[in-house]
């Protein structure tokens, strides 16, 4: 009769026990709006800063009349601009893009919110070319310089933001004004041989050169010689010219 009532005790503590734990907790997911024209954060799959630190917006008014090849980067993989020629006529800026895909009907200069307010004539849609990709033509404010772009998906029916970055450093040198570019008579720099910090940018990351590089400046122009971290170079290529290893 005692183990009856000890088992009975105890049965009745592991009720109550149970019965008055916490209940557990359930993690809570944002889910997104289906019936919103621009897609929220949740449906991003992550968003690169294209932006690099100490760029100064350059705008068309340091450039010349003309087409030019240009690099662009985009904040977002699912983005992507493989092709892109530069026009700048009297100051002003327009692009052509080439994209890596088709899976975009229209782009506008500005966030998803603002493109989805704005009237259909103003969302800027693509031409076909010949192989089957899709290129957009847009206003470019600056270079180097983030500038936004809302792409509106085919399949998913919204607005996705974008931020797009035209490189200033792609451009070819006969793309600048003489006066945007610096030259030793710019500088006051006399025939002589200077130190300059240099920087390499871009590639895998493995090669470097040393900084700062020796600088010879004679009958005004100038000359770098620039010492890399690995013998495996036979050349390299700045501006489209060849220069052979020594």
Do not use: H, M
């Given at each position: 009769m005692r183990k009856k009532g000890i088992a009975l005790l105890?049965?009745?503590?592991?009720?109550?026990?149970?019965?008055?734990?916490?209940?557990?907790?359930?993690e809570a997911h944002s889910?997104?709006?289906?019936?919103?024209?621009?897609?929220?954060?949740?449906e991003f799959a992550g968003a690169a800063d294209v932006v690099e630190e100490g760029m100064e917006?350059?705008?068309?008014?340091?450039?010349?009349?003309?087409?030019?090849?240009?690099t662009v980067d985009s904040s977002s993989s699912m983005f992507r601009v493989v092709h892109c020629e530069l026009t700048v006529l009297n100051g002003e800026m327009t692009a052509e893009m080439t994209m890596g895909g088709t899976g975009y009907l229209w782009v506008f200069p500005g966030t998803g919110e603002e493109a989805a307010a704005a009237p259909e004539t103003d969302w800027i849609s693509y031409t076909q070319q010949a192989d089957g990709s899709h290129v957009f033509t847009v206003?470019?404010?600056?270079?180097?310089?983030?500038?936004?772009c809302a792409a509106f998906s085919k399949k998913k029916e919204k607005w996705y933001d974008r931020t797009l970055l035209f490189r200033a450093d792609s451009l070819p040198l006969d793309a600048w004004k003489e006066d945007a570019v610096a030259?030793?008579?710019?500088?006051?720099?006399?025939?002589?041989?200077?130190?300059?910090?240099?920087a390499l940018e871009g590639g895998s990351g493995r090669a470097s050169v040393d900084s700062p590089a020796k600088l010879t400046i004679?009958?005004?122009?100038a000359e770098a010689e620039l010492l890399w971290s690995s013998g495996n170079y036979d050349y390299m290529k700045v501006d489209g010219v060849q220069y052979n290893a020594e």
């Open positions: 105890l049965s009745l503590w592991l009720l109550l026990t149970v019965g008055c734990s916490q209940e557990p907790s359930v889910v997104p709006d289906e019936s919103s024209p621009v897609a929220s954060g949740s917006p350059i705008f068309g008014e340091n450039l010349k009349n003309g087409t030019y090849p240009i206003p470019v404010e600056a270079l180097d310089q983030g500038l936004p030259t030793p008579d710019s500088l006051g720099l006399e025939d002589g041989s200077y130190w300059v910090d240099v004679r009958n005004g122009q």
